[in-house]
């Protein structure tokens, strides 16, 4: 996975692609690993780093959805789960199962979330993790010895997926690369070109990093830009009714001692009939989310006071010790590009199912769904696109197919276990050059082996997309990034060829962007 050899692979094509992907978040590199892998020849095109979207931003968890379940729909939670358990078996190197409890207080909360998790475990059929059961006070305590214990009752655990959103995504990405496909990061599509019959025959796009502009074509051209769906269909249509409500959903990160154990906490109902996860992630906990309609979607949206202050008081709620703004050392938002529904309502309601839907232009959108279910969305997009396109028809082979790092033991490798089959390369730059083993921060475990090996192997091309995404620096502790950011843009400018001028604008753009990471000390 390098740029350069994407240019030339861009370059070298003679004749228009069979699909154009615009958008590089799960849904659609998922479509390029898809494509690709069928034989179709694609290009892919990320206006900013792949995952700088929604798919960076996510609860992490790989899931069927027990609100789902809860909402009556059935069919979406049995697909989730049995994309949960073939994600788990093709990456088991990034996906890993979770325990989750869900604490009781009222003496209903046994046998009525004891059944229902009992429900979801059938659900999974054969991809289905270990049994739920209900636990007593006690065993509920030993799980998750922070819990709220005025007036526990007991606990019902429950098992998950859990994984590292954007580590999957550059492993997918790096997937399609190896598949054929041609992915592009900083590349905008700026336009749609027309073809013959009011159809668009491909797109107009600017390399954001050295300003040249191209076009390219191809049979049938893919939007999968998530909560951006509606800009670029307006490219083809500037009279089209949207299709997506946008909603913001934020996380707050706090360290490991407010859930110590391995368990995750799971509460079905909030204050505003929401669930609320607590999980342990990367040594840390995760603590979310909200669910706010807005009215735009931006790439780097930002946390409100009063989500942070739901969070912080629902949390309280079940936490033994309250955690206070001070305790907090990231806040991330994310943009849920979920469809929007005939009949209004609160975007909480709206089916996280995903819609295929064709504009008079030829131009095909994909959207809505989940992480967990992107293979699934990407086998239905592609076998519509072949079919509009006309391409000749290839069954779907994603189902098998093992992501880029797939190791089966992988945690034999510690910190570096997500790099995979990746990680002992890493640990051979660490004995060549023992001092990019050191960790580039006493809170972080990150190393400047990994900025070396982010900007060789894996498209880095900013601070912000080591800090961010190959790593997850900035998503676990805001500040301890920020000081990270001078020795990542010393590394990366050698990497890069790159000057001293650079290293200082790379860390004034990345402090700019961490700040709104930091939650103010008061709302
Ligand atoms: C708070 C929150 C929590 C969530 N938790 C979970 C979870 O735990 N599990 C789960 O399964 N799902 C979860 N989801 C849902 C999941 O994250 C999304 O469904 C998924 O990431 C959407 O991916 P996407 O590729 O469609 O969109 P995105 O990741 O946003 O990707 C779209 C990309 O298109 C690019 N783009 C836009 N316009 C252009 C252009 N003109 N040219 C080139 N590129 C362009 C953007 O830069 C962006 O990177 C969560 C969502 C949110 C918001």
């Known amino acids: 996975m390098n740029r350069a050899e994407m240019f030339a692979r861009l370059h070298a094509r003679s004749g228009p692609w069979d699909m154009i992907v615009v958008g590089g978040g799960a849904t659609g590199v998922g479509v390029a690993i898809d494509a690709a892998s069928r034989g179709y020849g694609v290009l892919l095109l990320e206006q900013h780093d792949f995952g700088k979207g929604t798919s960076s931003r996510s609860t992490k968890l ?65 991809y289905g993790f270990a049994a739920s059961r209900i636990l007593s006070k006690d065993e509920t305590l030993e799980r998750v010895p922070t819990i709220k214990t005025q007036g526990l009752r007991g606990g019902v655990i429950y098992y998950d997926g859990q ?32 073809g013959g019959a009011g159809c668009i025959d491909g797109v107009q796009a600017r390399d954001t990093e050295s300003g040249q502009e191209f076009h390219a074509q191809a049979s049938v051209v893919i939007n999968a830009t998530g909560p951006f769906t509606d800009d670029l269909r307006r490219q083809s249509d500037a009279s089209i009714a949207p299709m997506i409500a946008p909603s913001q959903g934020v996380h707050l990160v706090f360290d490991h001692s407010f859930l110590p154990g391995e368990s995750a906490i799971m509460v079905p109902h909030t204050s505003d009939g929401r669930v609320m996860f607590a999980i342990p992630w990367h040594g840390h906990t995760l603590i979310g989310t909200t669910d706010t309609p807005v009215d735009r979607a931006s790439l780097e949206p930002i946390a409100l006071e009063r989500e942070i202050d739901f969070i912080l008081s629902s949390a309280s709620l079940y936490l033994a010790r309250k ?39 030829g131009l095909l959108t994909i959207c809505g769904g989940k992480w967990t279910t992107y293979r699934h969305m990407a086998e239905d997009c592609v076998n519509q696109a072949a079919m509009l396109a006309r391409l000749p028809a290839r069954p779907c082979i994603t189902g098998h197919l093992h992501l880029h790092g797939f190791h089966p033991s992988a945690d034999a490798f510690g910190g570096l276990r997500v790099y995979g089959s990746d990680a002992p390369l890493i640990q051979d730059l660490m004995r060549a050059h023992p001092e990019l083993a050191k960790p580039l921060d006493s809170a972080l475990p990150y ?32 500040r301890a990034a920020m000081r990270m950011a001078p020795g990542v843009a010393a590394l990366m400018a050698r990497e890069l060829h790159r000057d001293a001028a650079w290293e200082v604008q790379q860390v004034a753009s990345f402090n700019e962007v961490a700040e709104n990471y930091c939650p103010k000390a008061t709302a």
């Open 163 to 194: 994984f590292d959103d954007s580590r999957l995504l550059i492993h997918m990405a790096a997937t399609a690369c190896e598949m054929g496909a041609t992915l592009l990061n900083y590349v905008r599509v700026t336009g749609l070109t027309p």
């Open 323 to 361: 955690p206070t703004r001070g305790d907090i050392l990231s806040v991330f938002a994310g943009i849920r590009p979920l469809v929007k529904s005939a009949t209004g309502g609160g975007t909480a309601a709206l089916s996280r199912g995903h819609t295929i839907h064709v504009e008079k232009s």
């Open 447 to 478: 190393t400047g082996a990994e900025v070396v090996w982010g900007s060789r192997h894996e498209m880095a091309r900013t601070v912000e997309d080591i800090l961010a995404r190959r790593t997850r620096a900035l998503f676990l502790n805001a």
């Open 62 to 126: 790989v899931h069927g959805g027990v609100r789902y379940l809860e909402q009556g729909n059935i069919s979406l939670v049995k697909e989730a789960l049995r994309e949960r358990g073939l994600l788990l078996s093709n990456a088991p190197h990034l996906v890993h199962d979770r325990a989750f409890v869900v604490p009781n207080y009222d003496w209903w909360e046994a046998p009525f979330y004891g059944i229902g998790l009992k429900v979801y475990n059938l659900l999974a059929g054969k």
